[in-house]
């Protein structure tokens, strides 16, 4: 019996591994996996970021990736935002302006501690007034740097450096994606907390593949060049686009 515990433990936590998605080595406040920023635009929004983290402690990240592996954006950025580590431990005052070009994709994630401040109606405005009308006429870099002012305008408290209003062609337009992600995670929920007050091996081996996931995640040793998250986390705050 307990070589088949085992035995399951070890299927699940490769399920599991084979799920994660692969995230790019964070080496920087912009870390560029897709290559659509010069390399003189990034150097001025690394310090432009880092400028801003020393005087408010808000850690801002500019993340371009080459895929999403098929993966929701919204799921992406949260678990990116995890394993980074972006923001202030346990003040989780972190935000990822994360850019999917090949998937034509782009999101802010906020985490806990500047959802306040970063609403989400504010991130989707910015997305749709600052940053996708770049993007739409293909210049990349533009819609980069202008959502990066907006974004610190809006952390900084400027109300004109992020209006919610959204343009008319982006009105009415929800992704039916995010609720259906929200119905799965409660029913995953729900069936877990269910599971917790049965005896037997299940909840040993379900909490044991998710303590082997989330290592496996941490392990990967996602700093680097001099930059590390704070250990900040994310619960989903913010707002995505497409063009």
Not at 173 to 200: C, K, N, S, T
């Amino acid at each position: 019996m307990r070589r088949l515990a085992l035995a399951l433990v070890f299927v699940i936590c490769g399920a599991a591994q084979a799920a994660a998605p692969s995230f790019p080595p964070l080496t920087g406040r912009v870390v560029d996996q897709a290559n659509i920023l010069p390399d003189a635009t990034e150097r001025e929004l690394s310090a432009k970021l880092e400028a801003h983290e020393r005087a408010t402690g808000h850690q801002l990240v500019v993340a371009t990736v080459a895929s999403l592996d098929g993966r929701d954006i919204a799921e992406y950025g949260v678990e990116l935002g995890r394993a980074w580590g972006i923001g202030q431990k346990e003040k989780d005052t972190g935000a990822i302006l994360l850019v999917a070009p090949n998937d034509r994709e782009v999101r802010i994630e906020v985490g806990y501690g500047l959802e306040g401040i970063l609403t989400d109606a504010r991130s989707r405005g910015i997305i749709e007034n600052s940053i996708l009308p770049s993007f739409r006429a293909g210049q990349m870099d533009t819609g980069v740097v202008a959502g990066v002012e907006a974004i610190l305008g809006a952390l900084r408290g400027d109300p004109d450096a992020a209006p919610t209003a959204i343009p008319d062609a982006a009105r009415g337009e929800g992704d039916p994606r995010e609720y259906i992600g929200l119905l799965i995670a409660f029913l995953i929920i729900a069936w877990l907390r269910r599971g917790r007050r049965r005896r037997g091996i299940w909840p040993l081996v379900l909490g044991g593949a998710s303590v082997w996931h989330s290592g496996s995640r941490r392990s990967g040793g996602f700093g680097g060049g001099g930059f590390r998250g704070g250990g900040g986390s994310f619960g989903g705050g913010g707002a995505s686009g497409k063009w």
